[in-house]
Protein backbone atom coordinates (compact mmCIF):
# COMPACT_ATOMS: atom_id res chain seq x y z
CA UNK A 1 0.00 0.00 0.00
CA UNK A 2 1.81 3.19 -1.13
CA UNK A 3 -0.67 5.49 -0.74
CA UNK A 4 -2.93 8.15 -3.18
CA UNK A 5 -0.50 9.98 -5.19
CA UNK A 6 -0.57 12.96 -7.77
CA UNK A 7 1.36 14.20 -10.37
CA UNK A 8 2.70 16.55 -10.80
CA UNK A 9 2.90 17.98 -7.30
CA UNK A 10 3.03 21.57 -8.43
CA UNK A 11 1.74 23.68 -11.89
CA UNK A 12 2.74 27.31 -12.55
CA UNK A 13 0.19 27.54 -16.08
CA UNK A 14 -0.98 31.24 -18.07
CA UNK A 15 -4.54 31.96 -18.09
CA UNK A 16 -5.75 30.25 -20.55
CA UNK A 17 -4.11 27.54 -21.20
CA UNK A 18 -5.14 24.16 -20.09
CA UNK A 19 -3.47 21.59 -17.51
CA UNK A 20 -4.10 18.02 -16.76
CA UNK A 21 -3.77 16.08 -13.37
CA UNK A 22 -3.16 12.62 -12.80
CA UNK A 23 -4.22 10.70 -9.41
CA UNK A 24 -3.33 7.15 -8.96
CA UNK A 25 -5.62 5.72 -5.81
CA UNK A 26 -4.62 2.94 -3.30
CA UNK A 27 -5.26 -0.30 -5.25
CA UNK A 28 -8.71 -1.89 -5.39
CA UNK A 29 -9.90 1.18 -3.74
CA UNK A 30 -13.22 1.78 -5.93
CA UNK A 31 -14.26 4.71 -4.87
CA UNK A 32 -12.33 8.33 -6.20
CA UNK A 33 -13.14 11.85 -4.94
CA UNK A 34 -11.65 15.38 -6.59
CA UNK A 35 -11.62 18.25 -3.87
CA UNK A 36 -10.19 22.19 -4.20
CA UNK A 37 -8.93 23.73 -1.47
CA UNK A 38 -8.01 27.61 -1.96
CA UNK A 39 -6.21 29.44 0.57
CA UNK A 40 -7.31 29.75 3.92
CA UNK A 41 -9.68 27.09 3.28
CA UNK A 42 -11.25 23.22 3.80
CA UNK A 43 -11.64 21.16 0.53
CA UNK A 44 -14.39 21.56 -1.12
CA UNK A 45 -16.11 18.63 -3.14
CA UNK A 46 -15.72 18.05 -6.62
CA UNK A 47 -16.91 15.18 -8.43
CA UNK A 48 -16.14 11.25 -7.43
CA UNK A 49 -16.06 7.94 -9.09
CA UNK A 50 -17.39 4.55 -8.33
CA UNK A 51 -15.18 2.69 -10.73
CA UNK A 52 -15.20 3.96 -13.29
CA UNK A 53 -18.64 5.98 -13.30
CA UNK A 54 -18.83 9.36 -12.53
CA UNK A 55 -21.53 9.41 -10.15
CA UNK A 56 -21.59 12.91 -8.73
CA UNK A 57 -20.74 16.31 -9.45
CA UNK A 58 -20.56 19.36 -7.73
CA UNK A 59 -22.12 22.97 -8.61
CA UNK A 60 -18.05 23.73 -8.47
CA UNK A 61 -17.64 22.04 -11.57
CA UNK A 62 -17.83 24.10 -14.01
CA UNK A 63 -17.67 23.14 -18.19
CA UNK A 64 -14.36 24.00 -18.13
CA UNK A 65 -13.61 21.11 -15.83
CA UNK A 66 -13.57 17.33 -16.94
CA UNK A 67 -12.41 14.47 -15.11
CA UNK A 68 -12.14 10.81 -15.77
CA UNK A 69 -11.51 7.22 -14.69
CA UNK A 70 -11.51 5.13 -17.57
CA UNK A 71 -10.69 1.98 -16.33
CA UNK A 72 -11.67 2.33 -12.61
CA UNK A 73 -8.22 2.86 -11.49
CA UNK A 74 -6.33 6.12 -11.86
CA UNK A 75 -8.15 9.39 -12.75
CA UNK A 76 -7.59 12.45 -14.46
CA UNK A 77 -9.14 16.50 -13.96
CA UNK A 78 -8.39 18.59 -16.68
CA UNK A 79 -9.23 22.05 -16.48
CA UNK A 80 -9.29 23.85 -20.06
CA UNK A 81 -9.08 27.75 -20.58
CA UNK A 82 -7.61 28.23 -17.50
CA UNK A 83 -8.35 31.51 -14.71
CA UNK A 84 -6.69 32.70 -12.20
CA UNK A 85 -9.30 31.61 -9.88
CA UNK A 86 -8.74 28.28 -10.33
CA UNK A 87 -5.33 28.75 -8.22
CA UNK A 88 -5.67 26.08 -5.91
CA UNK A 89 -4.48 22.64 -4.16
CA UNK A 90 -6.43 19.95 -5.93
CA UNK A 91 -6.75 17.41 -3.55
CA UNK A 92 -7.73 13.32 -4.65
CA UNK A 93 -8.76 10.86 -2.08
CA UNK A 94 -9.75 7.28 -2.18
CA UNK A 95 -12.09 4.47 -0.04
CA UNK A 96 -13.19 1.10 -0.57
CA UNK A 97 -16.47 0.16 -0.16
CA UNK A 98 -17.43 -1.30 3.15
CA UNK A 99 -14.71 0.74 4.76
CA UNK A 100 -15.94 2.75 7.92
CA UNK A 101 -15.69 5.98 5.27
CA UNK A 102 -12.83 7.56 5.75
CA UNK A 103 -11.31 8.69 2.46
CA UNK A 104 -7.26 8.57 1.95
CA UNK A 105 -6.16 11.84 0.42
CA UNK A 106 -3.13 12.29 -1.87
CA UNK A 107 -0.53 15.21 -1.49
CA UNK A 108 -2.44 17.42 -3.81
CA UNK A 109 -1.47 19.15 -6.89
CA UNK A 110 -0.93 23.02 -6.27
CA UNK A 111 -1.81 24.61 -9.16
CA UNK A 112 -1.10 28.42 -9.70
CA UNK A 113 -2.48 30.39 -12.43
CA UNK A 114 -0.57 33.40 -13.75
CA UNK B 1 -27.28 19.32 4.06
CA UNK B 2 -24.24 19.11 5.95
CA UNK B 3 -22.03 21.96 7.20
CA UNK B 4 -19.40 22.35 9.54
CA UNK B 5 -18.29 25.08 11.68
CA UNK B 6 -14.93 25.63 13.70
CA UNK B 7 -14.88 28.20 15.99
CA UNK B 8 -11.05 29.69 16.37
CA UNK B 9 -9.13 29.87 12.61
CA UNK B 10 -6.12 29.78 15.22
CA UNK B 11 -5.52 28.45 18.07
CA UNK B 12 -2.25 29.12 20.15
CA UNK B 13 -0.70 26.79 23.02
CA UNK B 14 2.09 26.43 25.06
CA UNK B 15 3.84 22.88 24.90
CA UNK B 16 2.70 20.22 26.98
CA UNK B 17 -0.50 22.75 27.46
CA UNK B 18 -4.23 20.99 26.66
CA UNK B 19 -5.32 21.17 23.29
CA UNK B 20 -9.54 21.64 22.44
CA UNK B 21 -10.43 22.43 19.10
CA UNK B 22 -13.65 22.81 18.24
CA UNK B 23 -16.29 21.62 15.84
CA UNK B 24 -20.19 22.36 15.55
CA UNK B 25 -22.11 20.23 13.00
CA UNK B 26 -25.23 20.64 11.24
CA UNK B 27 -26.78 17.06 9.38
CA UNK B 28 -30.13 16.53 8.45
CA UNK B 29 -29.22 12.65 9.08
CA UNK B 30 -27.02 11.13 11.70
CA UNK B 31 -23.62 11.86 10.47
CA UNK B 32 -20.14 10.28 10.33
CA UNK B 33 -17.67 12.68 11.85
CA UNK B 34 -13.94 13.22 11.26
CA UNK B 35 -11.09 15.19 12.03
CA UNK B 36 -7.98 15.68 9.54
CA UNK B 37 -4.79 17.21 9.82
CA UNK B 38 -3.03 19.51 7.06
CA UNK B 39 0.97 19.78 7.70
CA UNK B 40 2.26 22.71 5.21
CA UNK B 41 2.61 21.59 1.23
CA UNK B 42 0.97 18.47 2.36
CA UNK B 43 -2.46 16.08 1.84
CA UNK B 44 -4.66 15.41 4.54
CA UNK B 45 -4.25 12.65 7.39
CA UNK B 46 -7.22 11.20 9.29
CA UNK B 47 -6.85 11.65 12.88
CA UNK B 48 -9.78 10.10 13.85
CA UNK B 49 -13.74 8.98 13.32
CA UNK B 50 -16.81 8.29 14.60
CA UNK B 51 -19.30 6.53 12.83
CA UNK B 52 -21.90 4.87 15.26
CA UNK B 53 -21.00 3.02 18.77
CA UNK B 54 -18.97 4.90 21.82
CA UNK B 55 -18.82 8.66 21.18
CA UNK B 56 -15.70 9.23 22.67
CA UNK B 57 -13.16 8.27 19.95
CA UNK B 58 -9.34 8.15 19.74
CA UNK B 59 -6.98 8.70 17.12
CA UNK B 60 -3.73 9.04 16.20
CA UNK B 61 -0.95 10.57 18.07
CA UNK B 62 -2.78 11.13 21.42
CA UNK B 63 -5.69 12.92 20.33
CA UNK B 64 -9.53 12.19 21.24
CA UNK B 65 -13.14 13.51 20.07
CA UNK B 66 -16.20 13.01 21.67
CA UNK B 67 -19.66 12.94 20.02
CA UNK B 68 -22.18 15.02 21.53
CA UNK B 69 -25.55 14.94 19.74
CA UNK B 70 -27.16 17.07 21.95
CA UNK B 71 -24.74 19.80 21.37
CA UNK B 72 -24.44 18.62 17.70
CA UNK B 73 -20.69 19.21 18.31
CA UNK B 74 -17.10 16.67 17.88
CA UNK B 75 -14.58 18.64 19.45
CA UNK B 76 -10.91 17.61 19.40
CA UNK B 77 -9.02 17.36 22.42
CA UNK B 78 -5.06 16.63 23.36
CA UNK B 79 -3.95 16.35 26.98
CA UNK B 80 -0.68 17.30 26.47
CA UNK B 81 0.40 19.47 23.02
CA UNK B 82 3.87 18.78 21.63
CA UNK B 83 5.28 20.80 19.21
CA UNK B 84 5.01 18.23 16.87
CA UNK B 85 1.26 19.11 16.86
CA UNK B 86 1.64 21.97 15.37
CA UNK B 87 -0.41 22.40 11.69
CA UNK B 88 -3.67 22.77 10.22
CA UNK B 89 -6.87 20.75 11.30
CA UNK B 90 -10.10 20.09 9.56
CA UNK B 91 -13.40 18.76 10.97
CA UNK B 92 -15.56 17.14 8.38
CA UNK B 93 -18.87 15.72 8.39
CA UNK B 94 -20.68 13.27 5.67
CA UNK B 95 -23.97 11.62 5.66
CA UNK B 96 -23.03 8.53 4.93
CA UNK B 97 -25.18 7.94 1.88
CA UNK B 98 -24.72 8.13 -1.41
CA UNK B 99 -21.27 9.52 -2.43
CA UNK B 100 -20.34 10.20 1.26
CA UNK B 101 -18.41 13.18 -0.37
CA UNK B 102 -16.71 14.97 3.22
CA UNK B 103 -18.10 18.49 3.95
CA UNK B 104 -15.28 20.24 5.80
CA UNK B 105 -14.98 23.45 8.20
CA UNK B 106 -12.60 26.29 7.04
CA UNK B 107 -9.40 25.07 9.68
CA UNK B 108 -7.93 25.88 12.53
CA UNK B 109 -4.29 26.40 12.75
CA UNK B 110 -2.53 25.16 15.78
CA UNK B 111 0.42 27.09 17.09
CA UNK B 112 2.20 25.29 20.06
CA UNK B 113 4.34 27.77 22.00
CA UNK B 114 8.14 26.18 23.06
Known amino acids: DTGVSQDPRHKITKRGQNVTFRCDPI?????LYWYRQTLGQGPEFLTYFQNEAQLEKSRLLSDRFSAERPKGSFSTLEIQRTEQGDSAMYLC????????????FGPGTRLTVT | AQSVTQLGSHVSVSEGALVLLRCNYSSSVPPYLFWYVQYPNQGLQLLLK??????LVKGINGFEAEFKKSETSFHLTKPSAHMSDAAEYFCAVSDGGGANNLFFGTGTRLTVIP
Open chain 2, 50 to 55: YTTGAT
Open chain 1, 93 to 104: ASRIDGSSYEQY
Open chain 1, 27 to 31: SEHNR
